[in-house]
T-cell receptor
Framework: QKEVEQDPGPLSVPEGAIVSLNCTYS??????FMWYRQYSRKGPELLMY????GNKEDGRFTAQVDKSSKYISLFIRDSQPSDSATYLC????????????FGKGTTLSVSS | GAGVSQSPSNKVTEKGKDVELRCDPI?????LYWYRQSLGQGLEFLIY????????KSGLPSDRFSAERTGGSVSTLTIQRTQQEDSAVYLC????????????????FGSGTQLSVL
């Protein structure tokens, strides 16, 4: 079992839909959880960052972490065509510089 | 520019040749990472530099891969005797170690080098 599992999709939704993206993981030592967005032919950019369990909201984006279930989610409300990209979850054990472990990414397409 | 710069953006090489990929991190960023992204795969960690500490090379897939970071700034990833399975996008990222926030809170990625080994 890989450390981080993420459904690659593709996921296609109409504009305005609520999108749910998810990752599961096996390493209970992970404490820092991130979501990156990657447009075609570009490097990933950080969207959301969460420490330990709980929710975090930023505009149309909400990140949730459930450490008991080893499950994290990213919700996108009122999705826009500009949200079409690949979304990668990432996580790490500590803040001391341990490299992030990434999921494979989910490709999202939002149609107008 | 203000972002992470990688060169070349595309590299086509023949099997068995050596290649060098360059990364210019954001000025002042102390941490530098190399990742590899293959088609349908997530980002695979290769190597990590932090300040003057010994690099974390635990992700390098074989001894054909090596990396240097000169003067705490520019980094070069070298792949010797390239193989077809080395074909991938090689991404570099840098981050700033903030005093009151986690080191890896925000990685800034370059656009990557697309390596194709024929």
């Amino acid at each position: 079992q890989k450390e981080v599992e993420q459904d690659p999709g593709p996921l296609s939704v109409p504009e305005g839909a609520i999108v749910s993206l998810n990752c599961t993981y096996s390493n209970s030592a992970f404490q820092y959880f991130m979501w990156y967005r990657q447009y075609s032919r570009k490097g990933p950019e950080l969207l959301m960052y969460t420490y330990s369990s709980g929710n975090k909201e930023d505009g149309r984006f909400t990140a949730q972490v459930d450490k008991s279930s080893k499950y994290i989610s990213l919700f996108i409300r009122d999705s826009q065509p500009s949200d079409s990209a690949t979304y990668l979850c990432a996580m790490s054990e500590d803040q001391a510089g341990t490299a992030l472990i990434f999921g494979k990414g989910t490709t999202l397409s939002v149609s107008s | 520019g203000a972002g992470v710069s990688q060169s070349p953006s595309n590299k086509v090489t023949e099997k068995g040749k050596d290649v060098e990929l360059r990364c210019d991190p954001i000025s002042g960023h102390t941490a530098l990472y190399w990742y590899r992204q293959s088609l349908g795969q997530g980002l695979e960690f290769l190597i990590y530099f932090q300040g003057n500490s010994a690099p974390d090379k635990s992700g390098l897939p074989s001894d054909r891969f090596s990396a240097e970071r000169t003067g705490g700034s520019v980094s070069t990833l070298t792949i010797q005797r390239t193989q077809q399975e080395d074909s991938a996008v090689y991404l570099c990222a840098s981050s700033l170690k903030g005093r009151d926030r986690p080191l890896n809170e925000k990685l800034f990625f370059g656009s990557g080098t697309q390596l194709s080994v024929l």
